[in-house]
C-alpha cells in the first residue's frame, strides 16, 4: 500500500487519494484547430514509463487538491511531490 | 513423441528416463522471416499458428525470461466468450471455439474445464445490462442465458441469494461454454507444438532494441544475445507492450496497472462454476486442485512492479465472504500479481502500425488469458498477410482516431 | 420579489418552523446502551457551519468579521475565547467556521460584505450538510484505529487542536480533536451518518465496559 | 471407548502446565495433552506418529517438524456439535489444544489406517511430472464426463463448513518507530534494546510462548537457563509502557514503504466455543514502521532420500524441541542422518533422556570435532561418509538401510548396514527464514558456507538479526539482535542509550556443514531404493525434477510449476531449497546461476474473514439514506440501490404488485399529484466571477445569458465527446449558481469539474463546494400540485403564471425556509421544494397533509422512470452506456455551435461519431400493446433472427415500462439511424421469438407541453 505524501496534510494512506495518471499534459488552446490525429494524441495517448513517472494524484479524502509526484513505477517509491503549475523537479538518484 | 496413454506406460517401464524435451533450446540464427517478441501464450500461440496456417516457420519466439512467466503464468484461467459488442462477439467466440479444440490439436491436455461462466448482476443497471449482453450473444450465435436469481441459486446454491446481502443478486447471465484452463500447460502446450514445427524457441533472451532501415521499416532486434535481423516482428509483450513499441517510436494508448490475485487452501469440491461480480469486485472458481482462485480489480497506479497493494485484496476477500459465506473460515494461501496493459475502450489491440514489419498485440487489459488461442489465430494472419484478419480489423490502432471504439467497459466492468 | 434572493439574516437554519429532525433520532438508544465508562457514543448540538474560500490577504478581515483567525497550518484548528466560534482547516484557502445554530445566514452574509466583490472569496451554508458525533472516553482513539489508517497513538500527531480529513470505515469524516484528546468529534455526511454509527456501535461491542483484551 | 494414555511424555521437565490437562479426540479417539501443548506434541505424547495420508499417492505421513513449516500433518479441526465452526487444512504442529477439540486425518477413506487412496500409490510409477498434461487431451466427451470429475474429486484437502461463520474478525491500524519480527533470542534482545530509549516499539510473534529456540535446547544465557532468561526479557518488556507485545500473532506479509500486516490468533486457543460478546477470533494488524527487524529465525532442512517420508522421520531439531518443550520422547530407538555437526545435538539429547540412539550417519568424511567427539563419548557410533539409502515400516519408519558414499558423492547401492529404529532424524542444514525479507524487496544471496540463501541488499528501512540472517550460533544471534534493535531506534531518531551486545553463553561449536541435496544411489540403482520425496505435501520427488529438466523446463519457476514443488499449504518452507539444490546438480550449474523462487505473501495462510474484519452484511459498503427515508420504510416503499444510495423503488399497498403500484403511482401523477424523495440528486454550489465561463466550458450549450433567477438543462461530455452527466443547474445571484448532478455520478462530477479548474484552468475564479446533504429536496408533480404548493405557501403566489417554468425562487413552505425550484421531469406541473436537510421530514409530512383531498400519492424511481419516459426524457447511465454523443440522443439542441469550445466538442467531429448511420435515440411501439419488452432486448429487421447468428442488430431497449396514459407498452431504444426511420416497423427479437415494434418520436406524451404549466391535454 502506497503512503503519499499529501503536499498539504502530510502522509497519508494510498485509499485516500485519487489516481489521476500523468502530470503535465496541457489541454490544446485551439482544439479545432487539431487534426483527428493530434486531438486522439491529447485524448488518448500517455506516456506510460518504466521508471520514474510524474503523475498527478488528487487527496479525494482528505484537502481535495490534485497535486503532481514523481514515483518509480519499479519500486514504487515516491521520489518528489510538487503542487500543481510546479515544474518537475530533478528525480533524486 | 506423441503423448497418449501408451507413450506413458513405455516411459513408466523406463522411469520416465526417455522423455524428449518437450521444446529444443537453440541458439538463435542470423535472421529469420518473423521475430515474435514475447514467450507467453499469445505469442507462442501466434508462432504456432504463423507455422500451421501460414506455412511460415522461419520464426523465432524471444523470452526474456522463462516461457509463459508471464501474464499467462499468474491469471486467474477464466475462458469465455460473452462479450456484448459483436466485434470482441467474434474474437472470443473464435478463442472459444479454438479452445474446444485445442488439446487435441496440441496433443497436449491443457484441462479445459467449462463449467460455466456466471457474470452476476445486483442493480437493475446491471440486469439491464446483462439481459443486453445475453441478447446480443444469442443473436451472434455464442451460448449465453439470462438468469433470475432463482435460476442463479439453483445453478449455484451455496451463493447468497438471499436479499440480507448488501447489494443483492437480481440476476446472472450464463455461458455454460465458459470456464477455465491450466494456464501453464497452454504456454507449454503451444510450445511443444510451435517447435515441432521448426519455430526457434529462445529463452533468456530480452530484446533492448528493434532496428529499422532508411525507409523506417523494420530490419530486426537488437537483444542481450546479440542482433536478430528479421523481415517482420511482432510485439506480444503483455505487461511491457508500451516499453516494447516505444524502441520503435511508437506511443500507444495503453496504461499500466497491477492486478492481483489469490487462492485458497484446497478444500475438497465445493464450487463448480465461475461467479463473477463486477459490482462488488470479486470473482472465483476452484481449480482442480482444490483452492479457490479468486481476483477483482486492478489497482489504480500505474506500475511495472508485480506487486500490489493489499487493501485490494481486502476489499476483493471482503466481498467474497459476502457472496459465499460459507468460505469465511477457509485461508488465503498465496497471493501475486501480474501487470496488464489497459486500453481506453477495455478492447485489446492487434494491429499493424505505422512502421513497416511491425505488428502490436496487446493492451488486453484483464481479460487476455481467455483470448489466447485467437489471438494468435489472427495475429499470425496479421503478420503473414500484412493486414488484419477480419475479426481483428476493428482492433486496429486507428480506431482511436476515428472514434470508432469498442468500448466493452459497461459489459467488462470486470473482464475477465 | 426582487434581490438579492439570498435568505434575509434574520432566518436561522431552523426557519420559522425551527425544526431540526436528528437522522439518528432511532439510534440514540443503541448509543446510549453502546457507552460506558471506556468510551462513549453520543451525537453533537447543532451548530451553524459555513464553508470559507478565502486568500491569506482576507484573513485579517474574516477575523474582524467572524471572531476567530482562521489557521493556516493544516490539520489545525483555532477557537474563539468562549469556544462557540471554531475554524477548522479544511484545505490550501479552505475552512469549516462553526458558529452557534442558526448565525449561518448572518455569518455568512459578514463576510460577504467584509470583501463584497472579492473574486477569490467563496461562503457557503453547509450547517445542514453534516452530523457530528462525539466520541469520548479512554478507548475512543482504540475504537477509531479499527477502521481508520491515521496514527491515533496520543503521542501521535493527533493532539488537542488538530484535525484531519480521512476515512473511517469505508466513509471520509473529518475528526476534530477537542482540547481533551480522548473526545473526537466526527463529522460525517448526513446520508452516511446512520452507517458510520452502526459501523461505530459494532465496533465497540464488549469494549466500553470491561477492559479485557479487544 | 477407552482413550491413550501419554506413554511418551517424560515424567518431568517441558514448559507445559501439567496442571491443567485436556482431553481432545483424534479420529474417534479420546487422548489427553496439557495445557502448553499444541496439536502435535500431544498426539507425540500419546505414540501417534501417523496423521495423515499425502495428496497424490496418499502415503502414510507424519510429524516432521514442530512449527509453521511442517509439510505433512494437517487436520480437520472442529467440534462435531460445531459444524458452522470447522476448520480444513490445519497444520497439527501450530494448532493450539484446547479442552474437547476433535481433530480428523483429511483425504483418507474408510480410515487412515486403511486408506484406499493408497491404491493410487501403485499408480505413482505412471504419475510422473507432467502425467495430466500427457493424457486425457483425446476425447473432450472422456475429459468432461469422467476424467476430470475424478481427477476433482481426488483433489482437494478438508471440507468447507456448510454454514456461515459466526465469529467476529477484527481490523487494527497501528504505527510504531520500531517492529520487530520474532520473539526468539535475536528478537527479545533487539527489542530489549529498543525498548529502553521511549520509542514506540512491536514485538510480533507467531508463538503463543516467546523464546523461539531457547524452548527447545538445553542453553544459558549470562548463567541463566535460557528458559528462564527469556521469561526475565519478556517480563521486562511488559514493564514497559513504550512496548506492545503481541503473541500468537503473524506477520504474514511485507509492503511497499514498510507496511506489514500481521495475523493475531485472539482466541483461537481458547477454545472453539462463540467468545465474549464482540470479542474478536482473529484481528488482523495494519502495522507501519518507520523501522522492522527481522528475526524470524530459520527452518531445518529434510533430507532426500529413498522412501524418506516414512512417519517417524522427523527433523533433528524438531525432535529436540518436543523433547525439551513439550517433555514428549519422539521415539525410542533412534537413528540420526544429517549433514552437518548442528544435528549431533539432538542425538545427544534424546540419548540423555533415555533413548537408544543406534548410530549418527553422517554424510560428510570429515565431519567438525568438538560434536562427533561428543557422540563418541557417548557410546553412540558415528558412521561418517555414509548416508540413509532407504527406509523400511509403513504406518512409522522401523529401519534404515545406510550406505557408503563413493568418492563422486553417490551412494554404493548395497546396503553397509540395516539399523531398525522407530525414529529416525535428519539434518540438512539449516534454511534462513528470509520470505518477508524477500517480500520487501530485498535480495538473496547464496552463501555456499552456510549452505543457505542469505539476506543481501535491503530495499526498506529494515536491519536482520539472528538466524534468518545466516548467524546460527546464539551468542551471535543475542548480539546482532541487540545491535539491531538499537541501530534501529537511533534511525527512528531516538537515543537506545549503551546497547548492551555481548552476552555470555554456553554452546558447543556445531557450525561446520556440507551440502548434500540428494542421497542419490549409484547410476542403475536410483530406484531400487524408494522414493526420494522432495515435497512431501505434492508428492514429488527428486526423480520428477530430474525428469522436467530432461523434458526442458530448466528454470526454477518452470520446474516447480512442473512438479508443483512448494505450491502446497507450506508453500514449500521444507522442499524449495532442496529441490533448488537438486535441479543445479541436474543442470550442472552451481545454484547461485540457478537463482531462487520468489517469495510471496502471505508467510502462512490468512483466514479469509480476517482480511474481510468489519467489512461485511450491511458493512461491506454504506447505505447512504436521506432525511425522508424512515417516512419511506413507514410506507411500505421497496427500495432500489442507486450507488450507494437507497431510493425508494415503487410503494406497493398490500396485496398490490409492482405492477399494480407503479400504474397506480403513474396515474396519481397524471391526473392528482404526486410527491417524490429527490434528495438524492447530486448538488454543487459554483461561486465566481468565472463561474459562468466555466459552465460554458464544461457543460455543452451557452450560459453567459442566464438570468439571475433563471434555470437551464446542461449535458456534460468527456473529452471522447460521449455524454457523462446531465442535469439542471441554477443562477442564485450575479457570481453564483447551484448545479445538479445525477444520484450515481455525483462524486464523479465534482472530481471532473475541480480536476479542470485545479489543473486546466486555475486562472478562473471559481469555487466549487458539495451542498448535496444540505438540502433535502422533494418534489410535487401533477395537474394538482399548484393547488397543492398553494396550500404549502400560502400568501405567495407560486401559481404557473405568477412563477413561470424554469425559474427559482425562495419561498417559505409549511412554514420553513425554502428554495422552489420550477422545473419538471414529468412533463407534468412540477415543483421541488428543497428545504435545509434537517427539515426534510417535516416539509414531506407538511405535503403529505397539504395533500390529503388532492389524492397525493408518493411515488419511487420506478414511476418516475415511466413518466419521464413518456415525455422521452433520458435517463444517463440507462439511455447512454458512456458510448453516445449528445447528437446521438438527439440533443442537437443543446449543443453548442457558436461557443469555440467545450469538454468533448472537438471529438463530436471526428469521422466516426459525424456517421449519420450511429444508434439514436427513438421510441418504440409495440404492434402488441400489452406488451413491455425486457430492458436490454435486441432489435432487428423483421425476420432476420430467424437466419443463422450472426444476426444483424439494428440496435437495443434502453427503457421499457407499461404506461397507464397511453395505455400501452412503450420502449425507449438506440437504433443506428433511427432517426430517420421513423414510422418503420422493426422487430425485437426476444428468445421467444420476434415482436413486431414501430420505431416513433421519443416523445410520446404531450408534445406541445401544456402539462408542464398544470392545462393537463
Known sequence: MLLIECPWCGSREEPEFHYGGQAHVARPADPSALSDADWAAYVFLRDNPKGVFAERWCHSAGCRRWFNVLRDTVSHRVLAVYRMGETPPEAPR | MRYSIWSLARNALSHHADWPRQWRSPDPKLAYDVIIVGGGGHGLATAYYLAKEHGI??????????????????????????????????????????????????????????????????????????????????????????????????????????????????????????????????????????????????????????????????TGVETTRGVIGAKKVGIVTAGHTSVLAEMAGIRLPIQSHPLQALVSEPIKPVLDQVIMSGAIHVYVSQSDKGELVIGAGIDSYNSYAQRGSFHVLEHQTAALVELFPIFARLRMMRTWAGIVDTCPDASPILSTTSVPGLYINGGWGTGGFKATPGSGFVFAHTIARDAPHPVNAPFSLDRFTTGALIDEHGAAAVAH | MDTPLEMGPEMGPGGPGGRWENPLLALELDMAAASGPLVTLSCAPPR????????????????????????????????????????????????????????????????????????????????????????????????????????????GPWRPGTCAQTTLARTRVLLRVTDDPDAIELWVRNSFARYTVAWLLDAMTGIAHEPGDF | MTGRTQDFRLPKGGVIDRSRSIRFRFNGQWMGGYSGDTLASALLANGVHLVGRSMKYHRPRGIMAAGAEDPGALVQRGLHDEPARTDPDWRATQTALVDGLEVATIGAWPSLERDMGAAMGLASRVMGAGFYYKIMHGSRWMWEHVQEPLIRRAAGFGDCPDEPDPDVYDHRHVHCEVLVVGAGPAGLAAAVAAARSGARVILAEQDERFGGNLLGRRRAIDGQDGVDWAAAMEARLRASPDVRLLPRTTVVGYYDTNYLVALERVTDHLGLGPAAPGRPRQRLWHIRAKRVVLATGAHERPLVFGDNDRPGIMLAGAAQTYLRRWAVLPGRDVVLFTNNDRAYEAALDLHAAGATVRAIVDSREAPGAAMPAAARAAGIRVMTGCVVGGTSGTRRVTGASIMKRSTHGRAVPYALDALPCDLLLVSGGLSPVVHLFSQSGGKLRYDPDRVAFVPD??????????????????????????????????????????????????????????????????????????????????????????????????????????????????????????????????????????????????????????????????????????????RHVALGAMFEDVGQWKRPWYYPRPGETMHQAVARECRAAREAVGVLDASTLGKIDIQGPDAAEFLNRVYTNAWSKLEIGRVRYGVMCREDGMVFDDGTTARIDDTRYLMTTTTGNAAAVLDHLEDYLQ??????????????????????????????????????????????????????????????????????????????????????????????????????????????????????????????????????????????????????????????????????????????????????????????????????????????????????????????????TVAVALPSGEQAAVICDPVMLDREGARRDGHAA
Open chain 2, 57 to 218: 516457420t522461419n520464426v523465432a519466439v524471444l523470452e526474456k525470461g522463462w516461457l509463459g512467466g508471464g501474464n499467462t503464468g499468474r491469471n486467474t484461467t477464466i475462458v469465455r466468450s460473452n462479450y456484448l459488442f459483436d466485434e470482441s462477439a467474434a474474437l472470443y467466440e473464435l478463442s472459444l471455439k479454438l479452445w474446444e479444440g485445442l488439446s487435441r490439436d496440441l496433443n497436449y491436455n491443457v484441462m479445459l474445464s467449462q463449467r460455466g461462466v456466471l457474470n452476476l448482476a445486483h442493480s437493475l443497471q446491471d440486469v439491464r445490462a446483462g439481459r443486453r449482453r445475453a441478447e446480443a450473444n444469442r443473436l451472434n450465435g455464442i451460448d449465453s442465458d439470462w438468469l433470475d436469481t432463482a435460476g442463479v441459486a439453483r445453478v449455484c446454491p451455496i451463493l447468497n441469494t438471499s436479499l440480507s446481502l448488501r447489494y443483492p443478486v437480481m440476476g446472472s447471465t450464463f455461458q455454460p461454454r465458459g470456464g477455465t484452463a491450466r494456464h501453464d500447460a497452454v504456454a507449454w502446450g503451444y510450445a511443444r507444438a510451435a517447435d515441432a514445427r521448426g519455430v526457434d524457441i529462445i529463452q533468456n533472451c530480452e530484446v533492448t532494441g528493434i532496428r529499422r532501415d532508411g525507409s523506417g521499416a523494420v
Open chain 4, 457 to 630: 541488499r535491503s530495499a526498506q528501512a529494515l536491519g536482520n538479526a539472528g538466524a534468518c540472517n545466516g548467524t546460527f550460533d546464539l551468542a551471535g544471534c543475542l548480539s546482532e539482535g541487540a545491535a539491531a534493535g538499537a541501530e534501529a531506534v537511533r534511525l527512528a531518531g531516538f537515543d537506545p542509550g549503551a546497547a548492551r551486545t555481548s552476552f555470555a553463553v554456553d554452546e558447543p561449536d556445531a557450525s561446520a556443514v556440507a551440502p548434500l541435496w540428494w542421497a542419490r544411489p549409484a547410476e542403475g540403482h536410483e530406484h531400487a531404493w524408494g522414493q526420494p520425496f522432495v515435497d512431501f505435501q505434492n508428492d514429488t520427488t527428486a526423480h520428477d525434477i530430474r525428469q522436467a529438466v530432461r523434458e526442458g523446463f530448466e528454470s526454477v519457476e518452470h520446474v516447480k510449476r512442473y512438479t508443483l514443488t512448494g505450491f502446497g499449504t507450506d508453500q514449500g518452507k521444507t522442499a524449495n531449497i532442496n529441490a533448488i539444490g537438486i535441479l543445479a546438480e541436474a543442470l550442472g550449474r552451481p545454484i547461485p546461476e540457478v537463482g531462487t523462487t520468489t517469495f510471496r505473501p502471505p508467510y502462512t495462510p490468512v483466514t479469509f474473514a480476517a482480511m474481510a474484519g468489519r467489512d461485511r452484511g450491511e458493512y461491506l459498503d454504506p447505505a447512504r439514506l436521506t432525511a425522508i427515508h424512515d
Open chain 4, 759 to 984: 489543473t486546466e484552468w486555475p486562472d478562473l475564479r471559481v469555487r466549487l463546494t458539495s451542498v448535496t446533504e444540505q438540502w433535502a429536496t422533494v418534489s410535487i408533480a401533477g395537474p394538482k400540485a399548484g393547488i397543492l404548493m398553494g396550500r404549502l405557501a400560502s400568501g405567495q403566489d407560486l401559481s404557473p403564471a405568477a412563477f413561470p417554468f424554469m425559474t427559482w425562487r425562495p419561498a417559505i413552505v409549511a412554514g420553513l425556509h425554502a428554495r422552489v425550484f420550477r422545473i419538471s421531469f414529468t412533463g407534468e406541473l412540477q415543483y421541488e421544494i428543497n428545504v435545509p436537510w434537517h427539515q426534510g421530514g417535516a416539509l414531506w409530512d407538511a405535503v403529505m397533509c397539504a395533500g390529503v383531498g388532492l389524492g397525493i400519492t408518493p411515488y419511487g424511481t420506478e414511476t418516475m422512470h415511466v413518466l419521464r419516459a413518456e415525455k422521452g426524457f433520458i435517463i444517463v447511465g440507462q439511455e447512454t452506456d458512456g458510448t453516445q454523443t449528445p447528437l446521438d440522443l438527439g440533443m442537437d439542441w443543446i449543443v453548442s455551435k457558436k461557443k469555440p469550445d467545450f469538454i468533448g466538442q472537438r471529438s463530436l467531429t471526428r469521422p466516426d461519431t459525424a456517421r449519420a448511420d450511429r444508434k439514436q435515440l427513438v421510441g418504440l411501439l409495440p404492434k402488441n400493446k400489452r406488451l413491455v419488452f425486457p430492458e436490454g432486448s435486441q432489435i432487428v429487421e423483421t425476420g432476420a433472427s430467424r437466419r443463422p447468428p450472426p444476426v444483424p442488430m439494428l440496435g437495443f431497449v434502453t427503457s421499457a415500462y407499461w404506461s397507464p396514459a397511453l395505455d400501452s407498452g412503450f420502449a425507449l431504444a438506440l437504433v443506428a439511424g433511427g432517426r430517420g426511420r421513423i414510422g418503420d
Open chain 3, 48 to 155: 451553524a457551519a459555513i464553508n470559507l474560500r478565502a486568500t491569506e490577504g482576507l484573513l485579517p478581515e474574516i477575523e474582524r468579521t467572524y471572531g476567530v483567525r482562521p489557521s493556516t497550518t493544516p490539520n489545525t484548528w483555532t477557537a474563539s475565547a468562549d469556544g462557540s466560534r471554531i475554524a477548522l482547516w479544511l484545505g490550501p484557502h479552505e475552512w469549516l467556521l462553526l458558529a452557534p445554530e442558526g448565525t449561518a445566514p448572518s455569518v455568512e452574509a459578514a463576510i460577504r460584505d467584509a470583501r463584497a466583490n472579492d473574486g477569490w472569496l467563496g461562503v457557503c451554508d453547509v450547517s445542514h450538510n453534516y452530523t457530528t458525533l462525539m466520541l469520548r472516553g479512554r478507548r475512543a482513539r482504540l475504537v477509531l484505529s479499527k477502521g481508520c489508517a491515521l496514527d491515533l497513538h496520543p503521542r
